[in-house]
């Protein structure tokens, strides 16, 4: 919740696509009936809410015409709505006044800089400007300190109190989110580690797996891994380890370490 200020401050900016600027303009009175009916009865799941839409939300992905669900989540990062909770695997929506706490909202440059230092702090090392990407950002803009990576065209933007810290490696497996490889281009220019997520390819066209879990040892990415879990049957099938580079045994034996971990935390058998 430390953050949620500066979110919200951010949030009254959105959205910063004209498309969807038209979209929700188009439909202000769908709008204000969610947030009417929310007001009344909330917190709702999404399919107690009717569509009264008068221009259909329209994409070429599984969004298409989606008028309630892409609404909701509009509003969800214009700080009007919230989720309240679950009901099975279903999201409950209601007013974010009833749902997030008061907190103070800083002036939006402040809460840009401080959110760009924190993500600076997280990543250590980034690009002051780059393409925008779903969620969190990845640029930071004038956060930290101007550094060139050796080999790599442009200015990087470095977090200064990190440059002399102790840094103990180890070995895990990231999600496809992590931060370290999310941004695919910054993991493959600082690491020479190229990944794409690909559980939306048919499967003759995956190279590495439906979703394949990128593996981190000691300060390198060294492969990813695609395997799958079957809770039904109890186990946790491996179909490969993809080594991007050559696995010593001690790399071997590490990542075989993680990936047994992975099973029983899952509660399964490798």
């Known amino acids: 919740m430390s953050d949620l200020g500066l979110l919200l401050a951010e949030a009254a900016e959105f959205p910063a696509y004209e498309r969807t600027r038209n979209w929700l303009r188009e439909n202000d009175r769908f709008r204000r009936d969610i947030l009417e009916l929310l007001g009344s009865a909330g917190p709702l799941a999404s399919r107690e809410i009717p569509d009264t839409a008068e221009v259909p939300w329209a994409s070429t992905g599984w969004t298409h015409a989606k008028n309630v669900t892409q609404m909701l989540e509009l509003l969800l990062l214009k700080g009007e709505v919230a989720i309240a909770g679950r009901a099975g695997r279903e999201r409950l929506w209601d007013l974010a006044e009833r749902i997030y706490p008061e907190v103070e909202l800083p002036p939006l440059d402040e809460a840009r800089r401080i959110r760009n230092e924190r993500r600076l702090q997280a990543l250590g090392i980034a690009r002051a400007k780059t393409t925008k990407m779903p ?32 840094f103990e490696g180890r070995t895990a497996l990231l999600s496809p989110f992590d931060r370290l490889a999310y941004d695919r281009t910054r993991a493959e220019q ?81």
């Open 190 to 270: 600082l690491f020479d580690f190229e990944y794409s997520l690909e559980m939306y390819k048919p499967a003759a066209k995956r190279r590495w797996g439906y979703f394949a879990l990128p593996i981190l040892h000691g300060d390198r990415l060294v492969g990813k891994l695609d395997a799958a879990a079957d809770p039904k049957a109890g186990v946790l099938h491996v179909h490969e380890i993809h080594e991007d580079v050559k696995f010593t045994r001690a790399i071997a034996k590490a990542v075989d370490a993680e990936i047994d971990e992975l099973a029983s935390w899952l509660g399964l058998d490798r």
């Open 135 to 166: 969620l969190e950002p990845v640029d930071v803009g004038e956060a930290g300190e101007s550094a060139v990576v050796e080999d790599v065209r442009g200015e990087w933007r470095v977090d200064p109190t990190q440059l002399d810290a102790a």
